[in-house]
T-cell receptor, first 113, second 117 residues
Framework: EAGVAQSPRYKIIEKRQSVAFWCNPI?????LYWYQQILGQGPKLLIQ????????DSQLPKDRFSAERLKGVDSTLKIQPAKLEDSAVYLC???????????FGEGSRLTVL | AQKITQTQPGMFVQEKEAVTLDCTYD???????LFWYKQPSSGEMIFLIY??????QNATEGRYSLNFQKARKSANLVISASQLGDSAMYFC??????????????FGTGTRLLVSP
């Protein structure tokens, strides 16, 4: 079974530029999550989708971050314009449903200069 | 308020010994789940073990066991017979709420485990 796919693995941009990350969850997983993990910290949930609807985006900085999950499958997370403090690993995860673990991708590491 | 607390920034253990990684949590919800994830240097989060709040017995998965003390709100991970490949960051996480598809995991700050030969 293929795991959660993310791209790109690494991205370096200058502040005020924009960046987009892509995630393809495990086939059949209805729930998709984007987490931000700043160096030395645990992952923080940015947004959670159930199929193509947003369940929780309370910690998403909506003035600069946006995410979509068209057709309830893959998802894109965008940052525009980026700030220095956005430097982090962006982890995508998916889950099958009601109980059980989240399956994570390898993450996309963003460096903002 | 911190929901998940991991007080050990780093732990050292010798190969083949057992090690306990501490985790305490805070919730007023009677229904919750506790997870442990391993994050090697590659960055991927790997699920290790799960304990539901209503589970009567401590969860075990191979060399991993979860010492669940509900009254003390602690969910410590025990790794028996440590291996060099166990060197990684370990995160404790909690899901609150009823068992629905809208589970949301809140993570602790992690503990870095180093296993020496």
């Amino acid at each position: 079974e293929a795991g959660v796919a993310q791209s790109p693995r690494y991205k370096i941009i200058e502040k005020r530029q924009s960046v987009a990350f892509w995630c393809n969850p495990i086939s059949g997983h209805a729930t998709l999550y984007w987490y931000q993990q700043i160096l030395g910290q645990g992952p923080k949930l940015l947004i959670q989708f159930q199929n193509n609807g947003v369940v929780d985006d309370s910690q998403l900085p909506k003035d600069r971050f946006s995410a979509e999950r068209l057709k309830g499958v893959d998802s894109t997370l965008k940052i525009q314009p980026a700030k220095l403090e956005d430097s982090a690993v962006y982890l995508c995860a998916s889950s099958l449903g009601v109980i059980g673990e989240l399956f994570f991708g390898e993450g996309s590491r963003l460096t903002v200069l | 308020a911190q929901k998940i607390t991991q007080t050990q920034p780093g732990m050292f253990v010798q190969e083949k010994e057992a090690v306990t990684l501490d985790c305490t949590y805070d919730t007023s919800d009677p229904s919750y789940g506790l997870f442990w994830y391993k994050q090697p240097s590659s960055g991927e989060m790997i699920f290790l073990i799960y304990q539901g709040s209503y589970d009567q017995q401590n969860a075990t998965e191979g060399r991993y066991s979860l010492n669940f003390q509900k009254a003390r709100k602690s969910a410590n991970l025990v790794i028996s017979a440590s291996q060099l490949g166990d060197s990684a960051m370990y995160f404790c996480a909690m899901r609150e709420g009823r068992n629905t598809g809208f589970q949301k995991l809140v993570f602790g700050t992690g503990t870095r485990l180093l296993v020496s030969p």
